[in-house]
């Protein structure tokens, strides 16, 4: 048996998207009564998609916030709220092999309180963190790019990395940061050099070569700064050639 006409206008009203098709002109309560509680039916139904959809565009944005939160805090130190080891060496890995393509510089400086045991057994360990939450800011003031990075290295040490920076460039901002810690004035009445808190650089430049690895970069700016300790501490030591070794006093 075909269908009607009315039936097959219905299935074609269907097939185009209608949720439901009545008859004009053709009154069936039953049908009626069918179609209105498909037609509720169906609105409750798109209601509770709708809410779960919303729901789970929050919940979406909620995990890419707590991803975010927790990428940072993963690469920030927890104390001086800059970044961490981790931050510095994965970032450091990321330089050198974008400036060995470049064939550009990579500087790093080195930094060490002067006497920082001292400070901590006269002023106590809270005042010692403060000052070292102190230190981070004062470095921080210091650097003008971006790119520029300030970790703290662990303990009183922090680095700072410089990105297509030369040597003068990279003495220019040990200079800056020494001039931050001096306007700072964190007195330090145990310290042998400075009646404030005052910083140790060592400072080492290099351009990525083919073989090299950014392990030597840090290496070469510990040892400086071990001979800025030596020699007399608050001061910037690099390397201008090979083996002429260079200080700058702070004051």
């Known amino acids: 048996m075909g269908e009607s006409p009315n039936e097959s206008t219905a299935l074609e009203a269907l097939h185009r998207g209608a949720q439901d098709y009545l008859v004009k002109g053709c009154f069936n309560g039953t049908r009626l009564h069918r179609s209105i509680q498909y037609a509720l039916e169906r609105q409750q139904q798109l209601l509770e998609l709708e809410s779960k959809n919303r729901a789970l565009e929050e919940l979406s944005r909620q995990l890419e916030k707590a991803n975010y939160e927790l990428e940072r805090l993963a690469t ?14 994965k970032t450091l890995e990321l330089e050198w092999s974008r400036l ?6 990579l500087s790093l400086l080195m930094c060490d309180v002067d006497h920082f045991k001292a400070y901590n057994d006269t002023y106590g360990h809270q005042m010692g963190d403060r000052c070292l939450q102190q230190v981070a800011r004062g470095i921080s003031t210091a650097l003008n790019r971006p790119a520029d990075l300030v970790a703290r290295y662990g303990g009183e040490e922090f ?4 990105p297509n920076t030369d040597l003068a ?3 220019h901002v040990a200079t800056q940061i020494h001039a931050r810690l001096c306007e700072l004035n964190i007195p330090h009445a145990r310290s042998l050099v400075s009646s404030s808190v ?3 650089i060592g400072l080492a430049t290099e351009v990525p070569t083919m ?3 950014s392990t030597v970069l840090i290496e ?3 040892q400086l700064l071990y001979r800025a300790k030596q020699q007399g501490r608050n001061q910037v030591c690099y390397l201008e ?3 002429l070794l260079q200080v700058v006093c702070a004051r």
């Not at 680095?159 to 410089?162: A, E, K, M, N, P």
């Open 76 to 89: 920030m130190d927890e104390l001086t709220q800059i970044g961490n080891r981790r931050h510095l060496d």
């Open 100 to 105: 060995l393509r470049a064939a550009e510089p």
């Open 159 to 162: 680095t700072v990395l410089l």
């Open 169 to 171: 460039g990279a003495i």
């Open 198 to 200: 005052t910083l140790s």
């Open 211 to 213: 073989g090299s690895s």
């Open 220 to 222: 070469r700016a510990d």
């Open 241 to 243: 050639q090979a083996d």
